[in-house]
């Protein structure tokens, strides 16, 4: 691992980010700022004199806000916190809340620390950019439209990892971060990862933003990339994400696009309502301890071959579950660490194991729940069909891919935040109008 690579690259992002804000529009300073930091950063945690967290979220979150302090301190003038982001606000809070309770002290208070300093900037920090900056529907197609830009710069290195396996990934030549060669090693090929997590978070990456591709399909000419054909962007990304063989990308892809389908033939998002309650619905099985036998028959029948690593991803569910229940079943371990730990995929187990049954619902009700359902609530109804609600549904559409993900893995979009907090304010703003009208 080349230390001062990574270092240098988060503090030099954190001082492009900030300088993004005086020279070019801010809107864009922000989209640059949070999708390029998710692309190229290193995804590992250091930890400078053992005192704060650093890695790609909390550069991200402090760029974002150093170019607002420095350079644009004046949008902060009318900005005042309303409930639809309480939230959001209390991400870092329940971490809090769990380590006090649960008295954790030395190393494990430090964990703690870590993780609630992370929400703030990976997280609460971005989606308050996304409040301050984007507030009408234009901004909401622009976003989308920058998701798509994202994924297309993305493909020459998926290509790349393609041809030249894990001997020479780009986080390898770049920061020293060696790759799993099992892991890459899927499908009769290599499964790229760039400076991503892993190869699953990247297909999951470039499958949500060939979803978002369509989306601006939809959404017409307004959302035309560089004047390409439409069918140009979404042939490129779809054959791409086939390509980098991520069974849950796959998933993740399958469910937008039909999801897509849906919400054109019908004109209605109650689809979206529908996913995002079967995510809680999957969450309340395996805290019962149910379905993990059908899901097992069911990976049986679809790709035996992945039997294993679905069984290992229960196995882990139900352990923290039944540690969790018995420590201290509201808000978890607090930072420590449980007696037994195998590692935990899921991005909801993470959070179950840190802030217990409370820190999940926070999680995803700041995440997920507020901005889809703001958005359903006050924007997407049958006489709102056309392009800003088209551009509304293609946002929290990509929101609710992500909550699909974390069941079973941990794609830490941060671009959702600012998505999230994009739609809250722009959704709020439209209902207002029209109630004046």
């Known amino acids: 691992m080349h230390t001062g690579v990574i270092y240098t690259a988060l503090v030099g992002w954190v001082i492009l980010t900030a300088m993004l804000f005086r020279f070019v529009d801010k809107k864009r300073a922000v989209m640059v700022g949070v999708l390029g930091g998710f692309l190229v950063l290193p995804t590992v945690t250091m930890l400078p004199w053992q005192l704060i967290a650093v890695d790609r979220g909390v550069a991200i979150g402090m760029g974002l806000w150093l170019g607002i302090v420095l350079f644009d301190r004046r949008v902060l003038r009318g900005a005042r916190p309303r409930w639809v982001d309480a939230p959001m606000m209390l991400m870092p809070a329940a971490v809090i809340v769990s380590w006090l309770s649960n008295g954790v002290s030395g190393d494990d208070a430090k964990h703690a620390m870590w993780l609630a300093w992370i929400d703030a900037w990976s997280w609460l920090a971005v989606w308050g950019a996304g409040r301050l900056y984007f507030s009408s529907a234009a901004d909401l197609r622009r976003l989308l439209v920058a998701v798509v830009i994202a994924g297309l710069l993305y493909v020459p290195v998926c290509v790349f990892e393609m041809i030249v396996g894990p001997g020479h990934f780009v986080a390898q030549l770049v920061y020293g971060l060696t790759p799993n060669a099992e892991q890459a090693a899927r499908l009769g090929g290599w499964r790229p990862t760039g400076m991503l997590r892993d190869g699953l978070e990247l297909c999951a990456f470039m499958a949500i933003a060939t979803v978002a591709s369509f989306a601006c399909w939809r959404v017409g000419k307004a959302a035309r990339l560089w004047n390409l054909p439409a069918w140009l962007p979404m042939a490129i990304l779809l054959i791409t994400t086939l390509a980098c063989r991520g069974v849950y990308g796959y998933a993740l892809l399958l469910i937008g696009l039909a999801a897509l389908f849906v919400m054109h033939l019908t004109s209605d998002r109650v689809v979206l309502v529908v996913l995002l309650c079967g995510a809680a619905l999957y969450i309340v099985l395996r805290l019962a301890g149910l379905g993990a036998d059908t899901m097992l028959d069911v990976a049986e029948h679809v790709q035996p071959s992945r039997i294993r690593s679905l069984a290992f991803r229960l196995d882990a569910e139900r352990t923290y579950v039944d540690q969790v229940r018995e420590h201290n079943p509201a808000l978890g371990f607090g930072g420590a660490t449980p007696d037994q730990h195998p590692f935990a995929d899921g991005w909801w187990v993470q959070r179950l194991r840190d802030t217990g049954l409370v820190g999940v619902a926070v999680w995803f009700i700041a995440i997920a729940a507020v901005p889809v359902g703001v958005t359903a609530a006050r924007l997407l109804r049958p006489a709102d069909y056309p392009t800003p609600a088209i551009t509304a549904a293609g946002l929290a559409l990509l ?32 209902g207002r109008s029209r109630a004046r009208r």
Not at 408 to 423: D, I, P, Q, R
């Open 399 to 430: 929101i609710t891919l992500l909550i699909l993900d974390g069941l079973h893995n941990a794609t830490l979009l941060h671009a959702a935040a600012l998505a999230g907090g994009a739609l809250v304010t722009a959704t709020r703003a439209r």
